[in-house]
């Protein structure tokens, strides 16, 4: 397993993508672990190196007794990133994880290229309240704290609808070390960024939840967004973990802030690199070679539009886009189109139980005679798949 030691304690971390590609750091909520971040890896990754950590306390990392402070906490990242040799690095943490991200902007900011805040404050909560949640986790242990965190992290409405990750959520939450959960309550009990906050020069994205009883926004998150100079602002329809109750959004938020802007990107360049890496490069050297003055404008509209523009866009990955076009394509009749998708999907991500499910899906929504054509042109290329 990936452990780091970092000064007094060892830290379990996760680092995941193509080396040499920009690097973003997750950091958890407290009660929380590396895990919480599963959805937005998998969306960013294509993008981004992603480096996942327990901070001390949670997880696999060492759970030392006493009190922490938010300098041991933001220590631990610049060491386990010095330890990996990551010089520089985006960074996105979510309520501790934000009060860690924080004091990394003020006391590091050499070292960020980015700062995503996410369901935080410069000031979370009071003295009083941390004490009382101290007492309670060290009289009852994590499972005399557990409903209530439950009801903090997410919406009733979510509670009610008995998602997976709520389960999930509990289990990693009483499976805390009851040592590790004090020791960064009082960090947060002691940390108050208020007056720091216009020093705050690294782009900064706050995300807020717009039922998080945690964070409410207006004496939260709306302070973060006004006082740091530049910062942007997005309020989901979540309570304090928005990441997981709104996992698209987060990462839709995500993606369109760390990614370069697109600004005087060539779109003809780019849709071909993207035209070629769907359809691959026989297809597009054949509409090349067929390229006249009478297409030729045509054949540039497509390129720049349909594959520069949209086909690039991160929101959604290729698979999904592949499996929309199939849809349309067949909902609409276009099988010349459908044949060339299927193929080159084949060729690609998709695999023959991919194209049962979305063709028995357009047999619902746009009729069975679409769908049984459709699944006969996609068994010949299946078929002939297998046979190359």
């Not at 993008?47 to 949670?58: C, K, V």
């Not at 360049?269 to 030729?296: C, K, P, Q, W, Y």
Request: charged content about 20%; aromatic content about 8%; proline content about 4%.
């Amino acid at each position: 397993m990936p452990f780091a030691n970092v000064g007094d304690i060892r830290l379990y971390y996760r680092l995941e993508g193509k080396a040499g590609a920009p690097v973003v750091v997750f950091s958890h909520s407290v009660g929380a672990d590396h895990g919480m971040w599963a959805a937005q890896v998998a969306d960013l990754l294509p993008y981004f190196q992603i480096l996942r950590y327990d901070i001390r306390g949670h997880g696999a990392s060492d759970a030392l007794s006493g009190e922490y402070s938010m300098e041991f906490l933001g220590s631990d990242v610049l060491a386990l990133t010095d330890a990996l040799k990551i010089s520089k690095f985006a960074f996105c943490g979510l309520s501790l994880g934000g009060s860690i991200g924080q004091w990394l902007a003020i006391h590091a900011p050499e070292k960020l290229t980015a700062l995503v805040l996410a369901n935080t404050s410069a000031r979370i909560g009071t003295r009083e309240a941390w004490d009382a949640r101290i007492k309670t986790i060290g009289e009852g242990g994590m499972a005399g704290f557990a409903g209530t965190a439950m009801q903090r992290f997410f919406m009733l409405e979510t509670l009610a609808r008995n998602e997976s990750f709520v389960d999930s959520m509990k289990s990693v939450f009483l499976a805390t070390s009851s040592a590790g959960y004090i020791g960064c309550c009082a960090a947060l009990r002691d940390a108050d960024f208020r007056e720091a906050l216009p020093q705050i020069r690294v782009p900064t994205l706050v995300i807020g939840g717009d039922h998080d009883i945690s964070a409410p926004w207006d004496e939260n998150g709306r302070i973060l967004a006004e006082k740091i100079p530049g910062a942007r602002a997005v309020r989901l329809p979540a309570a304090h973990i928005s990441n997981l109750e709104c996992p698209r959004s987060f990462s839709a938020a995500l993606l369109e802030f760390l990614l370069p802007p697109r600004d005087g990107e060539d779109s003809l360049e780019s849709g071909f690199a993207v035209r070629r890496a769907m359809l691959g490069d026989a297809h597009v050297d054949r509409a090349i070679a067929n390229t006249n003055e009478f297409n030729r404008d045509f054949q540039d509209l497509i390129t720049r539009y349909a594959w520069g523009a949209v086909w690039t866009r991160p929101a959604l990955d290729r698979r999904t886009r592949r499996l929309l076009v199939l849809a349309m394509m067949a909902s609409l009749g276009r099988w010349e189109e459908f044949a060339m998708h299927v193929r080159a999907g084949l060729a690609h991500e998709l695999e023959p139980c991919d194209l049962k499910e979305v063709l028995l899906q357009t047999a619902i929504y746009a009729g069975v005679p679409a769908a049984n054509t459709a699944f006969k042109i996609a068994q010949e290329e299946i078929e002939a798949a297998r046979a190359t």
